[in-house]
């Protein structure tokens, strides 16, 4: 803990001479949603006897940049609140109970953190209200001619999945969700290497404490982002290593026409490297594509293939927002006025028949504030008996007002 906060400010000394730059920025947003329980989550072995219910939102975002010649310092504080009924369930006759699943959807990604190693976090959950606060993002930069050096709480920002993103296990896709200025820190360093002007190769090494808990120990992430820039219009990533004690090994292969792009992923994870865990291989496929119809209506389309694992828990959301093994989802925005954007988005589960939608309508209120009306329904149920997950899926209608500065 100590050579993490040491080594920064180390490193800023180096450039104490040169030109200092700072940035501050950040945002603050409040939702108000009513949530209506799926009457299949009410059965065994879920047990969500709730039936409707109001859940409040406070989230916000201040990032700080500080750049000194080729050198910056850039952190970014995330704090929210929330309080619902939801998270007070009355006790039974066998004792207190723990927050009803649904809160988890409605604050997704729950884990702020996704490679956790020096935790800087607080998150205190008392009666119907919980709080959060986390630097989620905290790093020193070094930029030279070739490479790039950072050490710290870092994003990890590759991929064009917006739905589903599997060769990038660091940051999660909120495309489903009603939260979406937020962004997963991950703990290490990072060396991107600019091999060429057409060939830039990222070497992660990252540490995970949360696995194990935070007196256990460091469960590491060995990896290598590569992106090749093939043609004006072809481009081809790959990646590969150790992260999460399996080892992974995938590509993306994306190509841009004048108004349009398509593009496929593919990750194989292995068994848990951990000869004493319980584990199956995972294979992940998205294929995808994306449209500017008309300069006001824009189409995106993802399909993908997550290979179930078999020995994760059956309830609950964790790495990813729906539990789905195959999936098509369609998503589509249009400006219907200058200062209004209408979005809408329907998900199918293929093999259970469980589809979500997603409707969305967002007002430019002017001086960088906006307001947006909200809601969220699984239109089909589908047979959910192997996605216990998918029962516990809401019908929600809300009301964001979030502002920039």
Known sequence: MKAFIVLPLFLLCQTAFAKIESEFSGNIEGQLRNATNNSAAKEAPLFQDWD??????VYGNLNGKVEMGESRVEANWFVRYTKSDLYDPKPT??????????TQIFTFPTKLVARDIFQLQKKDQHGDHQTESVLNKFYYELDFEENRFMIGRMYVNYGLGEIFNPINPFNQPTALTSISQIAQGNDGMSFTYFASDVHTIQFLLLGDKSIEGYDGEIDKTL?????????????????????????????????????AMVFTQVLYQSNNVNKNTQSNNLV????????????????????????????????????????????????????????????????NDIKSGFTYFI???????????????????????????????QKLVTSDVGLALRAFF
């Not at 081809?236 to 399996?246: K, T």
């Open 284 to 347: 992940d496929a998205l294929l995808g594509y994306d449209q500017q119809m008309t300069n006001k209506w824009h189409v995106r389309f993802e399909g993908g293939y997550q290979k179930a694992n078999r020995y994760a828990a059956t309830s609950g959301f964790g790495d990813r927002f729906l539990p789905t093994e195959y999936f098509a989802a369609l998503a589509n925005s249009y400006e219907a006025h200058p200062l209004l954007k209408l979005s809408g988005t329907v998900i």
């Open 52 to 57: 409707n219910e109001n859940f409040y939102l």
């Open 223 to 259: 990896w290598a982002h590569g992106e090749i820039q093939a043609s004006d219009k072809l481009q081809l990533d790959y990646v590969l290593g150790q992260d999460q004690n399996r080892n992974k090994l995938g590509g993306q292969v994306s190509y841009r026409f004048e108004e």
């Open 93 to 102: 006759v066998l004792g207190e109970r723990d927050p009803y699943l649904a």
């Open 359 to 389: 409707a969305k309508g967002t007002l430019d209120l002017g001086h960088d504030m906006e307001a947006e009306m909200f809601g969220f329904t699984p239109v089909a149920k589908g047979d959910a008996a192997d996605n216990l997950a």
